[in-house]
Structures are given as structure tokens and as C-alpha cells.
């Protein structure tokens, strides 16, 4: 591989941007935000961030690590060599969509040491690539350009492209990146990003800026993990929410505590801890031997991560904040907001979650995760 911009490559990252949501928490509740003007504004997809380098017949899929995930997707590494320029540098997002939105839990499944199932896997569950910048195309180093330049020139680049490859959708208006915020959720986007026009492309620094929703739910604390350190402090507060047939389910946790708080919080917590058989995810303790709330959180990113933990009393509520949901869970960790002594944990319900309105990625962008696009099944 010879091109102007050669890998590895750390992705140039965003920083956050603070946006609350106010009035109602129902369908069509508004959220609030300000972002400096000048920008260019794209949907924040979630997905794994990749860096393709493409030179002739030789592909690699970068990682925000940089770790390639180039043996994980094959199926895009045959749709790379078909659809993009022949020798070019590409920052995207690898996602796989479905005619529901964005499947995160699939494509984290697609992470798999065995060659068979990889290749089983990029047949059920195939993904898509979402570009979004330009950092080298032919013998043209594209980084020290600004990112007008660079957007204008990947747009140009992938005009002839098909899927799985997209080019993401972008504007420089403010209202209309404020109608993506609100609506492009119901399709499993999870904001915005704005990139300043004027801006390089530059690796690892965060000059961009991402818009995220900000919510708070009053969660009750069904049990704990030990902090990896050992001994008395507390690592994470897994966290439940009654369903309407009554039974407690998983969410997430929260776990960003200074040491003497979750030394305290271990302390505290001692009168809650009970036995599995007189807790609501006992069945907990008889999967694969590990005491853990939901059988897919074994670690597939550290097999040596202990993920067991101990059982609570529910008996104490804490309100947490939480960008977006997946499925019936925190798509990503909760954040410790305030303990709720006043909450009765029966009353933490889903009911109080804010509603995002439904939305087709179809409509995003145009072909990703069509209805027509035979539907295949998910390979446990």
C-alpha cells in the first residue's frame, strides 16, 4: 500500500456540546442546544468510526484504536474495491442498518475470532459504511485542506458509489440540523456533529463538536460491582427499571466515582446485599457459572474482565443521566446524577423515559436499510 495518507490513523475526534431537553417528557418534547455558526452539520452515527485506505486492491478498515477491522467486515472490503475511487482515504462510520434503524448490538456480534463466523456473520447481518470525510484521494494528501474543500471533494469522489456505501448527509443550516437532532433518534442516531468549514483534518484532536441528547431517569440500584482494584470500593451500580409485568430489568450502569466515594458507597451498600434467591435476576447465577444480570454481558472486549457481581436489595433509587436508549437499555453508561430518596422504587417504571419519534434510515439516507432489501435474521 502506497497513498498520500498511510495507515494507522487516529480519527480526528468532537467534543461535547451540552443539550437539554425541556416541556414534557412525551413524544415530540424539544431539546435545546447552541453550537458556534459557520459550521457544517452531519448526523452522529453509531457505529464503529473507521478509516478506510484503499489502494488498488489493497484495503484495511481502520479503528478509532487503530486496530483494524478489516478481517471483521469482508462483505465491505468487496464493496470498497467495487464502489470507491481506487487509491483514496475515506474517515466513515461502519454500521449495520435494518428496516427498524441502527442495530449496535449486531455489529457489535460482527467482533468474532472465527473466520466462519465472521463470514456467516457478514452474510446475515451485513453492514454499511457511512462516509463522512476525505483525506486522501489519488497521489492528493487532503488533510491540511479545510473541510469545505475536503467535503465538496468526497461528495464529487462517491457520486458513482451504491450501497453499502453512503455518503452521510451534511448542511449548513442551523434549523434544519436542529430537526435532525430531534427526529433522526427514532432511526438510532444518537445527535449531531458540527464541523467548522475552515477546519484541517486533524488525527486524535478534538476540534470538532458533538451535540448529544441529555436526559435523567430515576433508576433503582439492584447491585453492584467490585472496583478492579479489589477490597472495599465500588466499581459500578447496575442499574433496573420495573416493566408493566412487574419484573425488574437490566439497564445499564454508572460507575464515574471518585475512590473515596466508592469506598463510602461500599460501605453504605453492606445492608442491602442479599442472596440470588431472593433476588429479582436470580436466574442470574446459574448462566455459564457467572453471576452477571443479562447473559450478553460477558465481555467480548476483554476476555479476562470479571463481569460478575453482587446482588442488592432494590431498595434505593438513584436519577441518572442518559443520552439514548437501545432497545430496553442504556445504549451507553449512565452518568450519577443525585440519589432519589423520596422515589419509591416500584414507581421507576419505563413510563417516565422520553419517547423518541419513530424515523426511517431510508429517509436519512436514501437506500440504507430499505424495506425492500431482503430481511435477513440475526445469528445468535
Same mark, same amino acid.
Given at each position: 500500500?502506497d497513498?498520500? *495518507?498511510?495507515?494507522p490513523?487516529?480519527?480526528?475526534?468532537?467534543k461535547s *456540546?451540552? +443539550?437539554k431537553?425541556?416541556?414534557?417528557?412525551?413524544? !415530540?418534547?424539544?431539546?435545546?442546544?447552541?453550537?458556534?455558526?459557520g459550521a457544517?452539520?452531519e448526523?452522529?452515527?453509531? &457505529?464503529? $468510526?473507521s478509516?478506510c485506505?484503499?489502494d488498488? %486492491?489493497? /484495503?484495511?478498515?481502520?479503528s478509532?484504536?487503530q486496530?483494524p477491522?478489516?478481517?471483521?467486515?469482508?462483505e465491505l472490503?468487496?464493496?470498497?474495491?467495487?464502489e470507491?475511487?481506487? @487509491?483514496?482515504?475515506?474517515?466513515?462510520?461502519?454500521v449495520?442498518?435494518? &428496516? =427498524?434503524?441502527?442495530?449496535?448490538?449486531?455489529?457489535?456480534q460482527?467482533i468474532?475470532?472465527?473466520?466462519? $463466523?465472521?463470514?456467516?456473520l457478514? %452474510?446475515?447481518?451485513?453492514a454499511?459504511?457511512i462516509a463522512?470525510?476525505?483525506?486522501?484521494l489519488?497521489d492528493?494528501?487532503?488533510?491540511?485542506?479545510?473541510?469545505?474543500e475536503r467535503?465538496a471533494?468526497? /461528495?464529487?469522489?462517491?457520486?458513482?458509489?451504491g450501497?453499502?456505501?453512503?455518503?452521510?448527509?451534511?448542511?449548513?443550516?442551523r434549523?434544519?440540523?436542529?430537526?435532525?437532532?430531534?427526529e433522526?433518534e427514532?432511526? !438510532?442516531?444518537?445527535?449531531?456533529i458540527?464541523?467548522?468549514?475552515?477546519?484541517?483534518y486533524?488525527?486524535?484532536?478534538?476540534?470538532?463538536f458533538k451535540?448529544?441528547h441529555?436526559?435523567?431517569?430515576d433508576?433503582?440500584v439492584?447491585?453492584y @460491582?467490585? =472496583?478492579?482494584?479489589?477490597?472495599?470500593?465500588?466499581?459500578?451500580?447496575?442499574?433496573?427499571?420495573?416493566?408493566?409485568?412487574?419484573?425488574?430489568?437490566?439497564?445499564?450502569v454508572? &460507575?464515574?466515582?471518585p475512590?473515596?466515594?466508592?469506598?463510602?458507597?461500599?460501605?453504605?451498600?453492606?445492608?442491602?446485599?442479599?442472596?440470588?434467591?431472593?433476588?429479582?435476576?436470580?436466574?442470574? +447465577?446459574h *448462566?455459564? &457459572?457467572?453471576?452477571t444480570?443479562?447473559?450478553?454481558?460477558?465481555?467480548?472486549?476483554?476476555a479476562?474482565?470479571?463481569l460478575s457481581? /453482587?446482588?442488592? @436489595?432494590?431498595?434505593?433509587v438513584?436519577?441518572?443521566?442518559y %443520552?439514548h436508549?437501545? !432497545?430496553?437499555?442504556?445504549? =451507553?453508561?449512565?452518568?450519577f446524577?443525585?440519589?432519589?430518596?423520596d422515589?419509591?422504587? $416500584?414507581?421507576?417504571?419505563?413510563?417516565?423515559l422520553?419517547?423518541p419519534?419513530?424515523?426511517?434510515?431510508?429517509d436519512i439516507?436514501?437506500?440504507?436499510?430499505d424495506?425492500d432489501r431482503?430481511?435477513?435474521?440475526r445469528?445468535r
Amino acid at each position: 500500500m502506497d497513498l498520500p *495518507v498511510m495507515p494507522p490513523v487516529s480519527p480526528m475526534l468532537a467534543k461535547s *456540546v451540552g +443539550a437539554k431537553s425541556v416541556g414534557a417528557k412525551s413524544v !415530540g418534547a424539544k431539546s435545546v442546544w447552541a453550537i458556534p455558526p459557520g459550521a457544517s452539520y452531519e448526523p452522529k452515527w453509531d &457505529g464503529f $468510526r473507521s478509516i478506510c485506505f484503499r489502494d488498488g %486492491d489493497e /484495503v484495511e478498515l481502520g479503528s478509532r484504536n487503530q486496530r483494524p477491522l478489516t478481517r471483521y467486515f469482508p462483505e465491505l472490503v468487496a464493496a470498497v474495491k467495487a464502489e470507491l475511487p481506487r @487509491r483514496c482515504v475515506i474517515d466513515g462510520e461502519i454500521v449495520i442498518a435494518t &428496516g =427498524h434503524g441502527l442495530d449496535f448490538e449486531a455489529l457489535q456480534q460482527r467482533i468474532h475470532p472465527a473466520d466462519s $463466523r465472521v463470514r456467516t456473520l457478514a %452474510d446475515h447481518t451485513p453492514a454499511s459504511f457511512i462516509a463522512f470525510d476525505l483525506l486522501a484521494l489519488g497521489d492528493e494528501d487532503y488533510t491540511q485542506r479545510p473541510f469545505s474543500e475536503r467535503r465538496a471533494a468526497l /461528495v464529487a469522489a462517491l457520486a458513482g458509489s451504491g450501497p453499502p456505501i453512503h455518503v452521510t448527509p451534511a448542511t449548513t443550516e442551523r434549523a434544519t440540523a436542529q430537526r435532525w437532532f430531534e427526529e433522526f433518534e427514532g432511526a !438510532g442516531l444518537d445527535g449531531v456533529i458540527a464541523k467548522p468549514l475552515t477546519i484541517t483534518y486533524q488525527p486524535d484532536k478534538r476540534v470538532m463538536f458533538k451535540i448529544k441528547h441529555e436526559r435523567t431517569a430515576d433508576c433503582v440500584v439492584a447491585g453492584y @460491582r467490585l =472496583h478492579r482494584s479489589g477490597g472495599d470500593a465500588i466499581g459500578s451500580l447496575l442499574l433496573g427499571l420495573y416493566q408493566d409485568d412487574g419484573q425488574l430489568a437490566s439497564v445499564g450502569v454508572i &460507575g464515574a466515582f471518585p475512590m473515596p466515594e466508592r469506598r463510602r458507597l461500599f460501605a453504605e451498600l453492606q445492608p442491602l446485599v442479599t442472596i440470588f434467591d431472593e433476588h429479582p435476576w436470580s436466574w442470574a +447465577a446459574h *448462566v455459564s &457459572g457467572e453471576r452477571t444480570p443479562r447473559k450478553n454481558e460477558f465481555s467480548r472486549w476483554n476476555a479476562g474482565k470479571d463481569l460478575s457481581f /453482587v446482588p442488592l @436489595r432494590p431498595e434505593r433509587v438513584v436519577e441518572v443521566r442518559y %443520552d439514548h436508549m437501545e !432497545g430496553s437499555r442504556f445504549r =451507553h453508561t449512565a452518568q450519577f446524577n443525585r440519589w432519589r430518596p423520596d422515589r419509591d422504587p $416500584r414507581s421507576c417504571g419505563y413510563a417516565q423515559l422520553e419517547q423518541p419519534l419513530t424515523f426511517s434510515l431510508g429517509d436519512i439516507v436514501a437506500g440504507l436499510g430499505d424495506a425492500d432489501r431482503p430481511e435477513r435474521g440475526r445469528i445468535r
